[in-house]
């Protein structure tokens, strides 16, 4: 089992940044992919960005490319989402995510990919 804390999230103006902390625990070890999505509200839940753990390798949905980087901390356990340049449409709940099994590309874009979640923290972006 793996479990998922996240934190980190808050209201800002456009333009501001955040980053958001997802912290792991259990069989990390084996955690595979690392990935964050996000709920607008009235909207599924989308895709952001995912992280290979033992490659480090890096995905990104068009929508903050360039804007938004994954990343690593291996000795805590915890993967960033560091988020610049926030937009009013960037508001949603973010979720983290952990997947024990490899993915290919589609499943990595897809919520049923993962099998463990977080609870979620909320990010809020005005104009």
């Known amino acids: 089992q793996v479990q998922l804390l996240e934190s980190g999230g808050g209201a800002v103006q456009a333009g501001e940044s955040l980053k958001l902390s997802c912290a792991a625990s259990?069989?990390?070890?084996?955690?595979?992919?690392m990935g964050w999505f996000r709920r607008a509200s009235g909207k599924e839940r989308e895709f952001v960005a995912a992280?290979?753990?033992?490659?480090?390798?890096?995905y990104y949905s068009d929508s903050v490319k360039g804007r938004f980087t994954i990343a690593k901390d291996n000795a805590e356990k915890t993967v960033f989402l560091q988020m610049n340049g926030l937009k009013p449409d960037d508001t949603a709940i973010y979720y983290c995510?952990?997947?024990?099994?490899?993915?290919?590309?589609?499943?990595?874009?897809?919520?049923?990919?993962?099998?463990?979640w977080g609870q979620g923290t909320q990010v809020t972006v005005s104009a």
């Open positions: 259990g069989r990390t070890y084996e955690s595979f992919l």
């Open positions: 995510a952990a997947s024990l099994v490899r993915l290919n590309a589609a499943l990595r874009m897809s919520t049923r990919g993962y099998r463990y």
């Open positions: 992280l290979r753990w033992d490659s480090g390798n890096t």
